[in-house]
Nanobody, 121 residues
Framework: QLQASGGGLVQAGGSLRLSCAAS????????VGWFRQAPGKEREFVAD????????YYADSVKGRFTISRDNAKNTVYLQMNSMNPDDTAVYYC????WGRGTDSLSYEYWGQGTLVTVSS
Protein backbone atom coordinates (compact mmCIF):
# COMPACT_ATOMS: atom_id res chain seq x y z
CA GLN A 1 0.00 0.00 0.00
CA LEU A 2 0.97 3.60 -0.59
CA GLN A 3 0.02 6.44 1.73
CA ALA A 4 0.32 10.01 0.50
CA SER A 5 0.44 12.79 3.06
CA GLY A 6 1.56 16.36 3.56
CA GLY A 7 -1.13 18.22 1.67
CA GLY A 8 -2.78 21.34 2.96
CA LEU A 9 -3.45 25.00 2.35
CA VAL A 10 -0.58 27.25 1.33
CA GLN A 11 -0.33 30.78 -0.02
CA ALA A 12 1.01 31.48 -3.48
CA GLY A 13 4.79 31.52 -3.40
CA GLY A 14 4.87 29.10 -0.50
CA SER A 15 6.12 25.54 -0.15
CA LEU A 16 4.88 22.12 0.86
CA ARG A 17 6.50 18.71 1.03
CA LEU A 18 4.46 15.66 0.21
CA SER A 19 5.40 12.20 1.37
CA CYS A 20 4.51 8.83 -0.09
CA ALA A 21 5.10 6.01 2.37
CA ALA A 22 4.94 2.38 1.36
CA SER A 23 3.82 -0.39 3.65
CA UNK A 24 3.36 -4.11 3.30
CA UNK A 25 5.85 -4.26 0.48
CA UNK A 26 9.32 -2.97 -0.28
CA UNK A 27 9.20 -0.47 -3.08
CA UNK A 28 12.93 0.02 -3.40
CA UNK A 29 12.82 -1.77 -6.76
CA UNK A 30 9.90 0.29 -8.07
CA UNK A 31 9.82 3.58 -9.87
CA VAL A 32 7.51 6.06 -8.17
CA GLY A 33 5.57 8.88 -9.73
CA TRP A 34 3.43 11.76 -8.56
CA PHE A 35 0.29 12.71 -10.43
CA ARG A 36 -2.32 15.34 -9.72
CA GLN A 37 -5.92 15.98 -10.58
CA ALA A 38 -7.46 19.41 -10.38
CA PRO A 39 -11.23 19.90 -10.13
CA GLY A 40 -12.85 19.28 -13.49
CA LYS A 41 -9.60 18.21 -15.12
CA GLU A 42 -7.95 14.94 -16.01
CA ARG A 43 -5.20 13.43 -13.93
CA GLU A 44 -1.80 14.64 -15.08
CA PHE A 45 1.78 13.58 -14.57
CA VAL A 46 3.89 15.68 -12.21
CA ALA A 47 7.18 13.91 -11.52
CA ASP A 48 8.82 10.51 -11.57
CA UNK A 49 11.83 8.93 -9.92
CA UNK A 50 13.61 5.68 -10.78
CA UNK A 51 13.99 2.86 -8.29
CA UNK A 52 17.54 3.94 -7.43
CA UNK A 53 16.77 7.63 -7.33
CA UNK A 54 19.34 8.29 -10.02
CA UNK A 55 16.78 9.25 -12.62
CA UNK A 56 14.10 11.90 -12.28
CA TYR A 57 11.70 13.50 -14.72
CA TYR A 58 9.33 16.43 -14.39
CA ALA A 59 6.39 17.91 -16.17
CA ASP A 60 7.26 21.24 -17.75
CA SER A 61 4.75 22.99 -15.52
CA VAL A 62 6.67 22.10 -12.36
CA LYS A 63 10.25 21.90 -13.60
CA GLY A 64 12.54 24.07 -11.52
CA ARG A 65 9.96 24.39 -8.73
CA PHE A 66 9.31 20.81 -7.62
CA THR A 67 11.87 18.19 -6.58
CA ILE A 68 11.22 14.48 -6.25
CA SER A 69 13.44 12.35 -4.05
CA ARG A 70 13.36 9.05 -2.23
CA ASP A 71 14.74 7.35 0.85
CA ASN A 72 14.61 3.63 0.24
CA ALA A 73 15.69 2.88 3.80
CA LYS A 74 12.43 4.54 4.91
CA ASN A 75 10.40 3.21 1.98
CA THR A 76 9.33 6.79 1.30
CA VAL A 77 9.27 9.14 -1.68
CA TYR A 78 9.02 12.90 -1.31
CA LEU A 79 7.81 15.75 -3.47
CA GLN A 80 9.16 19.12 -2.42
CA MET A 81 7.02 21.87 -3.92
CA ASN A 82 8.34 25.44 -3.95
CA SER A 83 7.14 28.69 -5.50
CA MET A 84 3.65 27.31 -5.63
CA ASN A 85 0.84 29.00 -7.50
CA PRO A 86 -2.93 28.51 -7.66
CA ASP A 87 -2.55 26.28 -10.73
CA ASP A 88 -0.90 23.72 -8.45
CA THR A 89 -4.17 23.22 -6.59
CA ALA A 90 -5.14 19.58 -6.97
CA VAL A 91 -5.35 16.20 -5.31
CA TYR A 92 -1.89 14.70 -5.52
CA TYR A 93 -1.41 10.97 -5.91
CA CYS A 94 1.67 8.84 -5.67
CA UNK A 95 2.00 5.57 -7.55
CA UNK A 96 4.53 2.80 -8.02
CA UNK A 97 5.52 0.93 -11.16
CA UNK A 98 7.86 -1.89 -12.00
CA TRP A 99 8.03 -1.31 -15.73
CA GLY A 100 6.89 1.09 -18.38
CA ARG A 101 7.05 4.79 -19.01
CA GLY A 102 6.99 6.94 -15.91
CA THR A 103 4.81 9.64 -17.46
CA ASP A 104 2.07 7.16 -18.34
CA SER A 105 -0.42 6.51 -15.54
CA LEU A 106 -1.21 3.12 -17.08
CA SER A 107 2.32 1.98 -16.22
CA TYR A 108 1.57 2.14 -12.50
CA GLU A 109 0.38 -0.85 -10.50
CA TYR A 110 -0.09 0.68 -7.07
CA TRP A 111 -1.74 3.98 -6.17
CA GLY A 112 -2.03 5.95 -2.98
CA GLN A 113 -5.28 7.55 -1.86
CA GLY A 114 -4.34 11.14 -2.68
CA THR A 115 -3.69 14.23 -0.62
CA LEU A 116 -5.31 17.60 -1.28
CA VAL A 117 -3.14 20.63 -1.96
CA THR A 118 -4.76 24.06 -2.13
CA VAL A 119 -2.82 27.16 -3.11
CA SER A 120 -4.49 30.47 -2.38
CA SER A 121 -3.74 33.61 -4.36
Amino acid sequence: QLQASGGGLVQAGGSLRLSCAASGRTFSSYGVGWFRQAPGKEREFVADISWSGAGTYYADSVKGRFTISRDNAKNTVYLQMNSMNPDDTAVYYCAARKWGRGTDSLSYEYWGQGTLVTVSS
